[in-house]
C-alpha cells in the first residue's frame, strides 16, 4: 500500500464504533517452555508438531458460521529472527512461510483482517520461561540485548513484506513489562518509523507498558499514561493495544470475574478521548459462570458504547491447545475458543460455555468486510455468505 492511498481513504472516515471482532490465534509461540528455563529449548522448533499458527478448518468456522473479521496470529521473534544471527532482517523463511500462508488464509482466502502479534513481552534472545527469561529489547545496561534500531529494522522487514496486504495489522508487541516506561515507547517509535519507511500504510497498534493493562494505564510511578500519546505516525494510523482481564489480578489465571471494566477502564478512556486516541482491546476472557457472563456482557457493550474502542479479540482460540485452557479457569482443563475442542473430560469446552454462549451472540452483525484496515474504520456490512 503507499502512503498516498491511506491518506485518501482516511479523509472519508466512518463514525467510530467497533468495526474488527474475533479471536486471537494463540499456537506460533508453542514448543519453547523449558521448567528449568534451559535456553535454546524448542528452537527452531517442528511445524505441526512443537507450533502451529491456525487451524483452517477452525478459522473457517469463526468465519463462515460466526462471522468473525478479525484474527490475531501469534508469532516467537526467536523463530522469525533467529538469535543466531539476532533481531534484525535475516529471518529464517521457513518459518516465516509459514507464518504468511496462515495471515494469506485469514486474509486472503477468508477475508478478514489478521493482527501480526510478536508474542515476545518486549524480550528478546531466550523465550524458555516466558513472560520473564530474555533480555529487555533496548536495555543498554545488558550486553546481550537487542537494540531498539535491531527492533525497527525487525519491523521494517516485516512490515515490507506485508506492505501490500492491506488487512494486515502490525501489533507492535505482546505485553511489554517490568522496564521502563519510556523504552516501551522508545521502542514503539523505532519500528513505527521503520514501517513507514518501508512504505507500509498499514494499521499499527501499539502496546504500553505493564503488561498493557487497561487498567494500570495511570497507575503507579511510570504510568503508560504519562508518555505514550507521545509517538510520531505520519499518517496518523496507529492505536494502542489494550489487554484487559476480569480476575481478581487481572492476570486472566482465576475463574471468578470482579473486576468491573467500567471502573477499571474509565482512566484509560478518559486518556484515549484527551488525546483523540483509539483503542483495540485484544486479550480479554471468562470462565462459565454467573459473574463472568454478565462481566463479559458488560465488557463487550462497554466498548460498543465508548467511540474509543474500535477492534477486539478475545483470549484465545489456537489449534495445539487440546483440552488445555488458556485463560481464566484456575487451571482447570476445559478447552479453548478453538471450535471442536472439548474440556480433558470430554464435555464442552468454553467454546460451547462461553464463546457460543456469550460472546457470539454479542459480536456486531456489521463490521467492516472489505478495505483496508484504519483508526478510522471502514465500511460496515452484514457477513456475505
Known amino acids: 500500500m503507499k502512503h498516498l492511498t ?22 506460533g509461540e508453542f514448543g519453547v517452555w523449558s521448567e528449568d528455563a534451559t535456553k535454546g529449548t524448542g528452537l527452531p522448533g517442528a511445524f505441526g508438531v512443537d507450533y502451529k499458527f491456525i487451524d483452517e478448518a477452525g478459522v473457517d468456522v469463526h468465519v463462515d458460521q460466526n462471522h468473525l473479521n478479525l484474527f490475531r496470529i501469534a508469532f516467537l521473534l ?13 529471518f529464517n523463511e521457513t518459518y516465516f512461510d509459514y507464518f504468511k500462508e496462515a495471515v494469506d488464509y485469514v486474509t486472503v482466502t477468508k477475508g478478514a483482517y489478521a493482527i501480526l502479534d510478536p508474542h515476545n513481552y518486549m524480550r528478546y534472545n531466550d523465550p524458555s520461561s516466558q513472560p520473564y527469561t530474555g533480555s529487555v529489547i533496548g536495555n543498554t545496561s545488558d550486553p546481550d540485548a537487542a537494540t531498539t534500531e535491531q527492533f525497527g529494522e525487525f519491523w521494517g522487514e516485516l512490515a515490507g513484506r506485508f506492505a501490500d496486504n492491506e488487512k494486515a495489522i502490525f501489533g507492535l508487541m505482546n505485553e511489554p513489562h517490568d522496564m521502563a516506561t519510556e523504552l516501551v515507547l522508545k521502542n514503539n517509535q523505532a519500528a513505527i518509523d521503520a514501517i513507514r519507511a518501508a512504505d507500509a500504510s498499514n494499521l499499527i497498534i501499539m502496546p504500553g507498558n505493564s503488561w498493557t493493562g487497561g487498567h494500570a494505564w495511570a497507575e503507579g510511578s511510570d504510568p503508560s499514561s504519562a508518555v505514550m500519546h507521545k509517538f510520531t505516525d505520519p499518517l496518523n494510523n496507529t492505536a494502542m493495544d489494550i489487554h484487559e482481564y476480569l480476575d481478581s489480578d487481572f492476570s486472566g489465571s482465576h475463574s471468578e470475574c470482579v473486576s468491573d471494566p467500567a471502573t477499571n477502564l474509565a482512566d484509560l478512556t478518559s486518556w484515549l478521548k484527551e488525546h483523540n486516541l ?3 482491546i485484544t486479550e480479554f ?62 464435555s464442552p469446552s468454553l467454546y460451547d460455555t462461553v464463546w457460543l454462549k456469550v460472546l457470539q451472540p454479542l459480536v456486531p452483525s456489521k463490521l467492516q468486510r472489505s478495505g483496508g484496515a484504519s483508526v478510522t474504520g471502514g465500511e460496515l456490512a452484514e457477513f456475505a455468505a
Open 78 to 90: 526467536e523463530r522469525m529472527a533467529p538469535v543466531a544471527t539476532g533481531l534484525g532482517k535475516t
Open 285 to 346: 476472557g471468562g470462565y462459565n459462570n454467573t459473574s463472568c457472563d454478565n462481566m463479559l456482557a458488560d465488557f463487550i457493550k462497554y466498548m460498543d458504547d465508548n467511540d474509543e474502542y474500535i477492534g477486539w479479540t478475545a483470549w484465545a482460540a489456537g489449534p495445539i491447545w487440546g483440552a488445555s485452557s488458556p485463560c481464566c479457569t484456575d487451571s482447570q482443563n476445559l478447552g479453548s475458543f478453538e471450535p471442536g475442542s472439548k474440556a480433558a473430560d470430554g
Open 6 to 27: 491511506l491518506l485518501a481513504s482516511l479523509v472519508c472516515s466512518a463514525s467510530a464504533t467497533v468495526y474488527y471482532a474475533g479471536v486471537a490465534e494463540s499456537g
Open 278 to 280: 483509539k483503542a483495540f
